[in-house]
């Protein structure tokens, strides 16, 4: 099945810098890669998603490239606020196989005022 | 619309008991899962299904029962509980034919002792 490895675990950011996540995809079926944003005690939320037949996604201050070829896909924040400062989850999902998500371990982002 | 809802928020069990956990949603979307998220790890799949009357087992299905007899509602059935089911559990559906985006409820806390 799908493995998803995301690193860093934990990155530690000024106010302001921005920040960079990773993750790496092992099944080439997999087409569609969302991030996910997971606030202590809340449910994981939808900040941006892309699709395999695009390589990279803008959406203000975040935004996703991805590496069909070396099976990766990047976060990238801007810009860094507090207010980011949180758990991020990256996820892959292949066509097949009732469509469900594999998720990576989970970055935490701390972003110091 | 209510979106994806769970009950109990929280739930204590001593080791052996049964429960359910309950998820519905009101979108009448096709798809729904449960994932459970262990302390500093990311969401692992349990059990999905595809539409009433279908499930299917995803990456740790071991302790966990599940039927889908309504498009609207996928219960979670422990059967012997066991503190090694200590998690946070989500409930997550999905419209197929629609925007990729996976809906999440906003989980139920479980502690086994």
């Known amino acids: 099945g799908e493995n998803v490895e995301q690193h860093p675990s934990t990155l530690s950011v000024q106010e302001g810098d921005s920040a960079v996540i990773k993750c790496t995809y092992s099944d080439s079926a997999s087409n569609y890669f969302p991030w996910y944003k997971q606030e202590l005690g809340k449910r994981p939320q939808l900040i941006i998603d892309i699709r395999s037949n695009v390589g990279e996604k803008k959406d203000q201050r975040i935004a996703v490239t991805l590496n069909k070829t070396a099976k990766h896909f990047s976060l990238h924040i801007t810009e860094t606020q507090p207010e980011d400062s949180a758990v991020y989850f990256c996820a892959a999902r292949v066509h097949n196989a009732g469509n469900m998500l594999t998720f990576g371990g989970g970055t935490r982002l701390m972003v110091k005022p | 619309n209510a979106g994806v809802t769970q009950t109990p928020k929280f739930q204590v069990l001593k080791t052996g008991q049964s429960m359910t956990l309950q998820c519905a949603q009101d979108?009448?979307?096709?798809?729904m899962s449960w994932y459970r998220q262990d302390p500093g790890m990311g969401l692992r799949l349990i059990h999905y299904s595809v539409g009433a009357g279908i499930t299917d087992q995803g990456e740790v299905p071991n302790g966990y029962n599940v039927s889908r007899s309504t498009t609207e509602d996928f219960p979670l059935r422990l059967l012997s509980a066991a503190p090694s089911q200590t998690s946070v559990y989500f409930c997550?559906?999905?419209?197929?034919?629609?925007?990729?985006?996976?809906?999440f409820g906003p989980g139920t806390r479980l502690t086994v002792t």
């Open positions: 997550a559906s999905r419209n197929p034919t629609g925007r990729d985006e996976q809906y």
């Open positions: 979108m009448n979307h096709e798809y």
